[in-house]
Nanobody, 116 residues
Framework: QVQLVESGGGLVQAGGSLRLSCAAS????????MGWYRQAPGKERELVAT???????NYADSVKGRFTISRDNAKNTVYLQMNSLKPEDTAVYYC??????????WGQGTQVTVSS
């Protein structure tokens, strides 16, 4: 069973940047498409970005042009670079398999709070 540990969240002013990391145990990580998700208070969890094992990426319209997902398979880590942050980006961010791919238990997530 792969374990996922997210980190890098924090409090930032609107317009600022954060870089999230997700470290995964287990060798299967490197061949699996991965995704970053977020859940704002009172809302359902939503998909933010995905990255295939070969590096191709997709983004939700709400973050396109501001967020960049990347991965380092040698380190079993996936990243989310978030620029030009907005208050509506405030949420707990999680990583896991991309939709349609192998999925594991959710980690604890990392809180991102963007002040206006």
């Amino acid at each position: 069973q792969v374990q996922l540990v997210e980190s890098g969240g924090g409090l930032v002013q609107a317009g600022g940047s954060l870089r999230l990391s997700c470290a995964a145990s287990g060798s299967f990580f490197s061949v699996n498409a991965m995704g970053w998700y977020r859940q704002a208070p009172g809302k359902e969890r939503e998909l933010v970005a995905t990255i295939r094992s070969g590096g191709s990426t997709n983004y939700a319209d709400s973050v396109k042009g501001r967020f960049t997902i990347s991965r380092d398979n040698a380190k079993n880590t996936v990243y989310l670079q978030m620029n030009s942050l907005k208050p509506e980006d405030t949420a707990v961010y999680y990583c896991n398999g991309a939709p349609g791919f192998t999925f594991w238990s959710w980690g604890q997530g990392t809180q991102v709070t963007v002040s206006s």
